[in-house]
Structure formats: structure tokens, C-alpha cells
């Protein structure tokens, strides 16, 4: 089985055009490195009025490129563009103005940001950033679109108050958002067209108001699941209960709150999924009745009457045909057998079985210890594990499923 969540030294080309979102040019290079990701960076004349080559050579620890012909007391070994063309895995233009999209839509190279564009046979990416009426003039939307039809990667520019003071669309994304967006583009995408739906977090059942019944679940490897599966290219659907998490931009969140309510969300969206990883934390139990208005502490509240909750995994198992399933099982005893035989009356292809009541593991916990079952294969004990690397281990067995089913 390969390891696709080992990725290989990557190499990004980072061309900063003179938009005053140049300043923020410096955070995507520190993303970027605190990565792993190899940067150069390529600075106009007029984003040097922004930012300083300084300050770039010393976050990414590399000559930052700026004159298109280089003074000759200094030796020529190579063709700087076309050497940084070839050296790119990936190049982006951020912030990219008015005038770069124009030029670089229609073939202009006279700054080494163009030339090199024009040289590189890498995957290019381009963050739009400038004023709301430049960026909905016809020019330039006519210009992104040639871009988009050509095969440029786009990530639209947000909205909000822009720098000159107008409100509207036009300011570049968080850096964050740009270092994710390469990660992205960056990974392999070995689950592309694959369709996977991820159902995560815990379930509320109220009782009043004012008071529900819970369980500790944070969605933490629901959304780390959710960023692999996003990374690694395929289609995702996250069917969430109600959490403080902030899930990977490219999936689609159908926010629930009961456990009925994420079981019929579950039932929707079946039908259109290859793969379902069920890691939510269901309530088993919820109140029979609900009080439209808050209980009063005075008017005593003896005991709740509770009905049993649907089991999501055994209403579905019918419907499982073709699909590959992945379930989840929170232990404190028995680990092994008590995970095998929740996998073996639901049905499942695989589960992953955590020890919560282990130091570093279990909800609220950055790591998992535990062991990935199979239903067929060898079984797989981890310790201490990073979540997210754990979702990439679980996605490489359910890519050998899918290969398996073919």
C-alpha cells in the first residue's frame, strides 16, 4: 500500500504584483515554508513599493527576483525565468492587479513575473486583487475568463472594504486561505471523482430551551478527514453536528443538530456518495418530550424521560450496495473485539477504533490511539498519531476498497 499522505519536496514560484495587497505577500511566503514548500519569490517594480525584497529573501531564505537583465559584474549561468519556470511544481500570482491579469491573458511578457508565467508549464494560480469597478469592469472579466478557459487555476477575491474605500468584491484572501488553496493544488489527487461523505461531530437533543443533551465530541477528525479527502481531489459532503470547527473551504457543510435530523440529512445525500465515513458521535437517547419554554429551577426537574435515538449505520445498512462504509468505534474496554463486532452487525467495510481513555486520544485530542480494522486485511494499531495524519492513513485503505471494488 502506498504512503500518499508522503509528499515529496515541493517547489512554488510566488509572483507578487503592485497591489497595495502586497503586504501580505510575506505571510503566504512564512505559510508556505512552515509547510515544507520551497518558495521563490519574483517582485514588480511597483509591489516593491509595498513589500521589501528584504523581507522575502529572509522569510523564504532565497535571492528574490526583481530586474529583468542583470547587472554585468554579475556571472550568467542560466536564463533566470526560464530556470524558475522549470524549477515550479506550482505558480501563483498573488496579488494579482488589473494589469498582470491583462498581461498575462494576453501573452505580454516585459517583467520577469511575465516572462516567467509565460515560460512555466507548471499549474499557475492566480488571486485576483484591486478596486470592485476594476474588477467587474468587461475588460477584466473578459481577461479572467481567457485565463479560466486555458486552464488557470482562479481563487475569487473576497468581499468587504476594500483599501480605497470602496465596499464590494476585490480583496485578496487571507494568506491562510491562499497557503490552503496551494496545498490543494499541490497534493496528489489520487480520490479524484470520488465521492465521499463525511458525518461528523456530536448530536444535540434538546430538552428545553436552555438545556440539551450531548456527548464530547469535537468534529476534530471529522475535519481532518475532511481537508485529506479535499486535498487528495475528491468531491466531499460533510454532514455536521454542531461544533466550534472551521472545515477545509471546498467541501460542501450540511449543518444538523439531532440525531433524527442527521440521519434523514444522511439519507439524502447517500444516493450520491461512493464512500460514507460515519465518525459522528450519535446521541442514543433523547428527551420524549421537549418544553417550548424554559424549565424553572423551582418547579423541580426529578428525571427526563428519554426515547431511544435512531442507529444511522443499521437504517442505512440497506442501502450500503456499491457503497464502501467506514464507521467509528470510542472504546474504553475490549477495544479490538467490541470494534470488530460493531463492524461485523453493521455491515461495515472498515472501522476505526479509538482508546478514549488513553492519555492523547479520543475527543478534544490533536492525537488518536487505537487500530484500523478491516473487514478483510490485516489490522493497523496506531499511537498517539496526529489526527490529521491518521485521516490520510484511513483514506489510503479506503482508496485500496475503492481499487478493490473496480
Not at 502586497?22 to 521563490?40: D, N, S, T
Not at 528584504?54 to 532565497?62: A, F
Not at 488557470?152 to 480605497?164: D, V, Y
Amino acid at each position: 500500500m502506498a504512503d500518499t499522505h508522503r509528499q515529496t519536496l515541493k517547489t512554488v514560484v510566488l509572483g507578487i504584483s503592485g497591489g497595495i495587497a502586497a503586504y501580505k505577500a510575506p505571510l503566504i511566503v512564512r505559510g508556505l515554508v512552515g509547510q515544507g514548500i520551497e518558495v521563490y519569490t519574483i517582485l514588480t517594480d511597483a509591489a516593491s513599493r509595498f513589500v521589501t525584497a528584504d523581507t522575502l529573501e529572509t522569510l523564504s531564505t532565497r535571492p528574490v527576483y526583481s530586474e529583468m537583465f542583470l547587472d554585468k559584474q554579475r556571472p550568467v549561468h542560466e536564463v533566470e525565468h526560464v530556470a524558475l519556470a522549470d524549477k515550479a511544481d506550482l505558480f501563483v500570482v498573488a496579488p494579482a492587479t488589473a494589469n498582470t491579469i491583462a498581461k498575462l491573458a494576453h501573452g505580454i511578457a516585459d517583467s520577469p513575473l511575465t516572462c516567467t508565467a509565460l515560460a512555466t508549464t507548471a499549474p499557475v494560480l492566480i488571486c485576483p486583487s484591486m478596486n470592485v469597478n476594476m474588477l467587474s469592469n468587461p475588460a477584466t472579466q473578459e481577461n479572467l475568463k481567457t485565463l479560466k478557459d486555458r486552464g488557470l487555476h482562479i481563487l475569487e477575491p473576497e468581499t468587504g472594504e476594500l483599501a480605497c474605500g470602496w465596499e464590494g468584491s476585490g480583496r485578496l484572501p487571507d494568506p491562510s486561505r491562499i497557503v490552503d488553496e496551494i496545498g490543494m493544488l499541490l497534493s496528489a489527487h489520487d480520490l479524484e471523482h470520488t465521492k465521499i461523505l463525511v458525518v461528523t461531530g456530536p448530536t444535540c437533543e434538546d430538552i428545553d430551551p436552555v438545556r440539551y443533551i450531548t456527548n464530547r465530541s469535537t468534529g476534530r477528525m471529522g475535519t481532518a478527514l475532511t481537508e485529506a479527502a479535499c486535498l487528495r481531489g475528491a468531491q466531499v459532503k460533510v454532514i455536521s453536528g454542531p461544533v466550534q470547527v472551521k472545515y477545509a473551504p471546498w467541501a460542501q457543510i450540511i449543518p444538523v443538530r439531532s440525531a433524527r435530523e442527521m440521519l434523514h440529512a444522511v439519507q439524502e445525500a447517500l444516493g450520491d456518495a461512493d464512500v460514507l465515513i460515519m465518525c459522528a458521535a450519535v446521541a442514543d437517547y433523547y428527551p420524549t418530550s421537549y418544553n417550548k419554554t424554559k424549565i424553572k429551577k423551582d418547579s423541580g426537574l426529578d428525571h427526563i424521560a428519554l426515547s431511544q435515538g435512531p442507529d444511522i449505520l443499521s437504517t442505512i445498512r440497506e442501502k450500503k450496495d456499491g457503497h464502501v462504509f467506514v464507521g467509528f468505534a470510542a472504546e474504553t474496554q475490549n477495544l479490538v473485539l467490541n470494534a470488530n463486532q460493531k463492524m461485523e452487525k453493521k455491515g461495515l467495510d472498515m472501522i476505526v477504533a479509538n482508546q478514549i481513555n488513553k492519555k492523547g486520544s479520543g475527543f478534544a485530542s490533536d492525537t488518536d490511539t487505537g487500530t484500523i480494522l478491516m473487514a478483510s486485511g490485516e489490522p493497523y494499531p496506531f499511537k498517539k498519531m496526529e489526527k490529521s495524519l491518521l485521516a490520510h492513513h484511513i483514506l489510503d485503505r479506503v482508496l485500496d476498497l475503492i481499487k478493490g471494488q473496480s
